[in-house]
């Protein structure tokens, strides 16, 4: 997901990303993105599909919301922009016209350019909807803050911030909902108020106990409930512990998962390539009534698999067809965000 992963060149990371947790909470985050867009797993479980989606997309939203850093100059800000905008609009016109060959949830009956302009400005399809809520999200809130940096406190801001926020969903609720910017818009206050991802989340193992305890409540699962961020915080609660164990315990693969935490957004945006190629070596796990075999290849296949293809886009130079000069980013010590 996520998020805010631009260039493999080397960057000044912001104060408030410089931490390890964050990306493990974000590789985490993307795996269970993964998980829940695989058909066979979401049929064979509705349920634990539903659970986890109650709480990882807030989670989600929450952490894109901590990285965004409006201090940066209008230039830069318009090419983060850009890195959003473009890959959306690519993927979502070609998710819309794939939809009227492909059995694609909210597809097009009939392929017209009226049709696709409709999905890419109004209802979107495939699962690129996150792409278009960080750019409203991040449009507004860079604007208040240069708007009135000079007139108002930090409180001031962000009060403005989630009043515009508020005034936005309500007005146009079809680009993006309420709760999902109030997710985005407490990751912005968190960052406002405490500055570094560690002093927000403080990890604790008993944090898995709780959301386990909480997610297997149906009741609990909608999203303006007080049991949503609360189970969104024990997700990153507890990755935050396990960072800090893995990290001691098993140094290598820390670093390997630090690396897929560093590039959600490739992941993010070429997942739908393998979770639907999927169906075609599905047959092959007909012996595994659980689908369970199926799910854990598919997971590492589509990890992998987005990781290499993001490499493929910038060893070819292609990774500007998303917006993009490079998609990978270079895992380096003391500049993980």
């Known amino acids: 997901m996520t998020s805010s992963t631009p260039h ?21 985050l993307i795996v269970l993105m993964i998980l829940v867009h695989i058909t066979q797993w979401g049929d064979h479980y509705p349920q634990a599909k539903l659970g986890i989606l109650s709480f990882m997309m807030p989670a989600f939203l929450f952490v894109t919301g901590m990285l965004l850093n409006v201090q940066k100059g209008l230039g830069d800000f318009l090419r983060y922009l850009r890195g959003i905008l473009v890959p959306y609009v690519v993927l979502v016109s070609a998710f819309a016209v794939l939809s009227c060959f492909l059995p694609v949830r909210g597809g097009l009956t009939a ?6 302009w409709e999905r890419v400005a109004v209802t979107s399809i495939g699962p690129y909807w996150f792409l278009r809520n960080m750019f409203f999200c991040s449009v507004i809130w860079y604007a208040v803050y240069h708007l009135l940096k000079r007139r108002m406190d930090s409180a001031g801001r ?11 969903t309500l007005a146009w609720p079809f680009e993006m909902t309420t709760a999902s910017a109030f997710y985005y818009y407490i990751g912005v206050v968190a960052r406002e108020a405490l500055g570094r991802y560690d002093r927000v989340v403080v990890g604790s193992p008993w944090a898995l106990l709780l959301l386990g305890g909480i997610v297997v ?10 049991s949503v961020p609360v189970m969104a915080y024990c997700a990153l609660s507890f990755t935050a512990w396990a960072d800090q164990r893995l990290a001691a315990a098993c140094p290598s693969l820390h670093r390997s998962v630090q690396y897929v935490g560093m590039n959600t957004l490739p992941i993010y945006l070429l997942h739908p390539v393998f979770t639907m190629a999927a169906k075609f070596y599905a047959p092959l796990f007909g012996w595994d009534p659980t689908s369970l075999a199926f799910t854990l290849v598919t997971l590492a296949v589509a990890t992998a698999g987005c990781l290499a293809l ?3 886009l910038d060893r070819t130079r292609l990774s500007w067809l998303l917006g993009r000069p490079c ?11």
């Open 217 to 226: 409540w149906p009741a609990a699962w909608d999203w303006m409930y007080i």
């Open 8 to 28: 493999i060149r080397s960057t000044t990371v912001p104060r408030a990303a410089v931490c390890t947790s964050i990306n493990t909470a974000r590789a985490c």
């Open 310 to 312: 993001a490499l493929v």
């Open 158 to 168: 962000l009060f403005v911030y989630g009043a515009a926020l508020l005034a936005f």
């Open 111 to 116: 392929l017209t350019l009226a049709g696709v």
């Open 327 to 337: 998609l990978l980013r270079r895992l380096k010590v003391g500049s993980i965000n």
